[in-house]
Every structure is written in structure tokens, then in C-alpha cells.
């Protein structure tokens, strides 16, 4: 999963407690700074999930996931999955997102599925809110 909420997710590494009460550390990680969904880079989720059943099988309490993929890989995939930009908030959206949002308007309103556009409206309704708040100052020329 690259998107979320019609945008690129970003990457960051951090760690993972698993049910059993292991913790991996130096997961990557895909985040979305619109909506706050979080979920383990896609690239190394077959990593992550072998890693922590062998650590919760074999009682290892502690452990780094640079103990078993290589450090360029997980660098790969954080350069893949950049951090924005931006110094004027924690959330921002971008044209690209209110496009996909508006393409998705369009196609529930070719379905004349009322309850889709209205979760859609909703969504919109919150870019706009983050979207306000990013304007950036005017300069003064």
C-alpha cells in the first residue's frame, strides 16, 4: 500500500511490540500524514513477520530488524518513501490528493451511490480543513 487518502505515504523507522511482548526495532514503517494510517513497509513485511515469530517463539524480549535485512535495504525504502517538505505543519495535502478524492467523487456519482459520496464529502470536507491551514504566506514583492 503506496497511498493513502490519494497521496504517497512517507517512510519512517520505529519500533514494533508484538502481542507476546517482544520489541523490533528499526521497523520501516509507510505513514500517512493526512489520516495517521500506519502500516509496515510492504517491502520488508515478509521479514517482519518471520522475525517476530522467531522472536516471540524463541523469547528474545529485544531485537533490531537490522539484525536480519540488510541496513541498505531499509534505507532503500525510506529514500522510496521521502519525508515532504514542509515546515508549517505536521499534516499536509498536496493537488494530487484532492484530485483523487474529486476522481472518486465523480465515480460514486456515476454509481449514484449516496452513501460512498457522502464518506467521500467528509474526507474532502477534512483536506480542506488541512489544506487551509497550510497556506503559506504571500511574499512581498
Not at 515478509?46 to 531499509?74: N, P, Q, W
Amino acid at each position: 500500500m503506496d497511498f493513502c487518502c490519494g497521496t504517497s505515504m512517507i517512510g519512517r523507522l520505529a519500533p514494533l511490540h508484538t502481542e507476546a511482548g517482544a520489541l523490533i526495532t528499526d521497523v520501516p514503517f509507510l505513514f500517512c500524514h493526512t489520516c495517521g494510517q500506519t502500516v509496515v513497509a510492504p517491502d520488508v513485511l515478509l521479514d517482519v513477520t518471520m522475525f517476530t515469530h522467531y522472536c516471540e517463539t524463541d523469547g528474545v524480549k529485544s531485537a533490531s530488524l537490522y539484525d536480519v535485512v540488510d541496513k541498505e535495504r531499509i534505507q532503500g525504502i525510506l529514500y522510496a518513501y521521502p519525508e515532504p517538505v514542509t515546515d508549517y505543519t505536521d499534516f499536509y495535502v498536496d493537488a494530487e490528493q484532492l484530485d483523487h478524492m474529486l476522481d472518486l467523487w465523480n465515480f460514486a456519482s456515476s454509481l449514484d451511490d449516496q452513501q460512498w459520496k457522502s464518506e467521500i464529502k467528509e474526507v474532502l470536507l477534512a483536506l480542506h480543513k488541512v489544506r487551509s491551514r497550510q497556506r503559506l504566506p504571500q511574499s512581498q514583492h
